[in-house]
Structure formats: structure tokens, C-alpha cells
């Protein structure tokens, strides 16, 4: 209309013959967008993000990490919004598309070796502390719901350098081990970190943090359990002496258990054949004055 109108044309005559209102054509003039499509696109693009950092989520997580995000809506609009635009868990239901293989690692394998039979496994081997760390995220239900725990592990003295316990499983999890492991050992630019290709580990927010820390990320394969068999061993032990012992009612209890187990226990108590019959503290200790000494 307004082209109409530059040629010579009046808006009252292209509406008559368009069988239109002029008002609403005037209206839509000043607001071209209205409000509520605006509220709609902010309320979209938070869920992209939640979606995009957490894949795994369906509907309902991403409408309660849009409220976080100051984009607060019905779960039954966050379902609308997702359905319209294809969003939906990695994890839920097939639907159209869904049922594509998962995507490239966003690292590469730096732990596989090629035998002489051509078969790739993987090494974890590391001659100094804060060379190759390992990690894995667990589970195990309380009278509360589930609680989550990421730890990573440093392969040379199987010392947990760092980890994370949360009711949720998001990319948060992951990256506050990272972050607490990075506060506890101080220099670890260049140091390789093993992970499987669980979202948490390829999310924007994890990739992120490893870019800041200058640490080196590294990926084995998809439905690989043997490729980080390292930190399966360790949780095992965890499952063996904490979360099987009993039945957990709260949350708090849970978390109180695994903190005092791996800080007294595991770090301190529990001596290993593969450190020579020391406790991680004590390898490290012994293994690093000796070093400096060499030095």
C-alpha cells in the first residue's frame, strides 16, 4: 500500500478495492510488530538457548531455565514454542528427524593408540600431575529425586582434582568441576582433558570454559563405555562404599556422604597397587618432592 500510495495512488482506494479496513492498515503502520510478538520472540530465544546448552532437556526444564533467564511462561506456552519450532530432547521420543545418528565430537580423540592389529584402544597414562585428567558424570536416586555428581579425575595419581554434585544434570554441572578442579592445581594450561560425548561435556558453556583455562579437550566414542574405563572405576568404588550402603532420604545426606568419602577416604585411606600401595595424596607428594629434587 505504501508503494501504491507513492505512486499517486490513495490508501482509501487500494483498501476498498483490497476489501480492507484502513484503520488496522494505519495501525500496523505505527506498530508494525505487536507486543505480543515480541514477548513471543524473547520468550523463543531463551529457550533456544537453554536448548542449545542442554539438548537433553524437554519442554518443561527449558521453561524453568527461560523463568531463570527473566522470560517467565506456562509450561504449556514453552510446549508450543518448542513444538513449533522443532526443539525436543535429545532423549525423548522420536519425531520427524529425531532419530539421526549423534554429531561430530567437538574434539578429538587424543587418548586413542592404533595396536599393530589395527585395533584402536585407548591409554591413560600421564609421567606428571595435571597432564591427562578424566571425567564422567554419575547418578543415584534419594527420597529427594536423583543426585548428580561430575568428578574429574587426574590419571597420574587418580587423585578426584575436582568436582561438582547438583540435583540437575545441565552443562553447569560440568563446567563447575572443571572450574573447581582449575582452583584446586593452580597452573594447567596445556593439561588434556578425557571426556565421553554426553551434551554436558559438547555444551557452548563447557567448550567455554576449557577455551578460557587453556585445557585441551579430548572425546572417545559414541556408546563407548570401555573408552573411559578410568573413570568408571572410580565411580564403582563410589557406588560400592557410599551410594549402595543405604538408602538415602535427602539430598544433603547424600552429598555430605560423597564429599567426606572422597576427601577422607579415597584420597587418604584407600591405598592403591596401581600407585604403589599409596594413597593419591601420598603419590603425589612423594612423586613431586622427588621430582623437584631430581631437578
Keep these: 500500500m505504501s508503494e501504491l500510495a507513492g505512486d499517486g495512488i490513495p490508501v482509501a482506494v487500494t483498501?476498498?478495492?483490497?476489501?480492507l479496513s484502513r484503520q488496522p492498515y494505519y495501525r500496523w503502520l505505527v506498530h508494525p510488530v505487536t507486543?505480543?510478538?515480541?514477548?513471543?520472540?524473547y520468550r523463543a530465544n531463551a529457550l533456544f538457548d537453554a536448548h542449545r546448552?542442554?539438548?537433553e532437556f524437554g519442554y518443561r526444564f527449558l521453561a524453568d531455565e527461560a523463568r531463570q533467564a527473566g522470560q517467565p511462561m506456562a509450561e504449556r506456552t514453552a510446549w508450543r514454542i518448542c513444538a513449533d519450532n522443532g526443539w525436543w530432547s535429545r532423549f525423548g521420543k522420536k519425531r520427524g528427524k529425531n532419530g539421526k545418528k549423534p554429531g561430530p565430537p567437538v574434539h578429538d580423540d587424543l587418548c586413542a593408540v592404533v595396536d599393530e592389529k589395527?585395533?584402536?584402544?585407548?591409554?591413560?597414562?600421564a609421567t606428571a600431575p595435571n597432564e591427562l585428567w578424566i571425567g564422567d558424570i554419575t547418578e543415584h536416586?534419594?527420597?529427594?529425586?536423583?543426585?548428580y555428581l561430575c568428578a574429574f579425575k587426574d590419571v597420574y595419581s587418580n587423585r578426584i582434582v575436582g568436582y561438582s554434585i547438583d540435583s540437575r544434570m545441565k552443562s553447569r554441572l560440568a563446567v563447575t568441576?572443571?572450574?573447581?578442579?582449575?582452583?584446586?592445581?593452580?597452573?594447567?594450561?596445556?593439561?588434556?582433558?578425557?571426556?565421553?560425548?554426553g551434551s554436558q561435556f559438547r555444551s557452548r558453556k563447557f567448550v567455554g570454559a576449557l577455551n578460557r583455562h587453556h585445557i585441551v579437550g579430548s572425546m572417545g566414542r559414541v556408546g563407548a563405555c570401555g573408552d573411559n574405563a578410568a573413570m568408571e572405576s572410580f565411580?564403582?568404588?563410589?557406588?560400592?562404599?557410599?551410594l549402595n550402603r543405604h538408602a538415602w532420604a535427602t539430598r544433603e545426606e547424600l552429598r555430605i556422604a560423597i564429599v567426606t568419602w572422597i576427601e577422607?577416604?579415597?584420597h587418604r585411606r584407600r591405598r592403591q597397587d596401581a600407585l604403589g600401595r599409596l594413597t593419591p595424596i601420598e603419590y603425589e607428594t612423594i612423586m613431586t618432592t622427588t621430582a623437584t629434587q631430581a631437578a
Excluded at 35 to 41: K, R, T
Excluded at 118 to 125: A, S
Design 235 to 242: 565411580f564403582s568404588l563410589l557406588q560400592k562404599n557410599v
Design 177 to 197: 568441576a572443571l572450574n573447581n578442579a582449575v582452583a584446586r592445581r593452580g597452573q594447567v594450561a596445556g593439561c588434556v582433558v578425557h571426556t565421553d560425548r
Design 264 to 266: 577422607r577416604t579415597y
Design 15 to 19: 483498501c476498498r478495492v483490497l476489501k
Design 35 to 41: 507486543d505480543a510478538e515480541l514477548v513471543e520472540a
Design 141 to 147: 536416586w534419594t527420597g529427594e529425586g536423583k543426585l
Design 53 to 55: 546448552d542442554d539438548p
Design 118 to 125: 589395527g585395533r584402536t584402544r585407548h591409554e591413560f597414562t
